[in-house]
Structures are given as C-alpha cells and as structure tokens.
C-alpha cells in the first residue's frame, strides 16, 4: 500500500519562508511526475508546481519566481521551497504522485493528506 506524508507546513509572517518535504512510501517500483497542489477555503484545488521524474518543474503563475520544487537524492521524495510568502498563498497543500505499486499494475495518482500554510502578521 502507497502512503505519501507531508510535512513543513505553518504560521509565517508575509515575506517568510516554509520549506514543505513530501515522502512516498510502501509498495513502489515507479514514480513519474510529483506534484504539489493547494486549496484554499471557498476556493478549487489549484495545481502550484510539478516536477516530472527527469527533474523538469512547472509552476503556477501565480508562485513563478518565489516557488521552487524539487526531487530529493531518494527518489520518492519532494520539496517545495517557499519564499516572499503572501497572504494569499494561505491553504492547505497536497503532494501527489504517479506511481506505478507494482510492475504489472499501471501508474496512478496518490495523494497525501495535507499540510496547512498559513501567512499572516
């Protein structure tokens, strides 16, 4: 069984950082690409970054340039770098990944449970 684990999230002030670490475990024999998303109360789930397993990353705009996502020397581990945080990166944030459980079984997506941001004075 598959269990992703965040951790890193709380309270900062605006302009702080929080640098948030994901970690897969269990029956894994691939991962593809990990992925962080966030939601905010009232708000949709919205996609902040992804990284694929060849280390390529895409970011949401609205995080471009004060965000960054990396893979960790273990390979079913990510990280989200978040700096000049703003109020309204407040939310709930989530890593997914693309794993493949077993060599007969084809990728699906997990999801973790969430580790709450918030930036406030």
């Known amino acids: 069984q598959v269990q992703l684990v965040e951790s890193g999230g709380g309270l900062v002030q605006p302009g702080g950082s929080l640098r948030l670490s994901c970690a897969a475990s269990?029956?894994?024999?691939?991962?593809?690409?990990m992925c962080w998303y966030r939601q905010a109360p009232g708000n949709q789930r919205e996609l902040v970054a992804r990284?694929?397993?060849?280390?390529?990353?895409t970011y949401a705009d609205s995080v471009k340039g004060r965000f960054t996502v990396s893979r960790g020397n273990i390979r079913n581990t990510v990280y989200l770098q978040m700096n000049s945080l703003k109020p309204e990166d407040t939310a709930v944030y989530f890593c997914?990944?693309?794993?493949?459980?077993?060599?007969?079984?084809?990728?699906?997506?997990?999801w973790g449970l969430g580790t709450q941001v918030t930036v406030s004075p």
């Open positions: 997914t990944a693309n794993i493949r459980p077993e060599a007969y079984l084809g990728f699906r997506d997990y």
């Open positions: 269990g029956n894994i024999f691939g991962i593809a690409d």
């Open positions: 990284i694929t397993a060849d280390g390529i990353a």
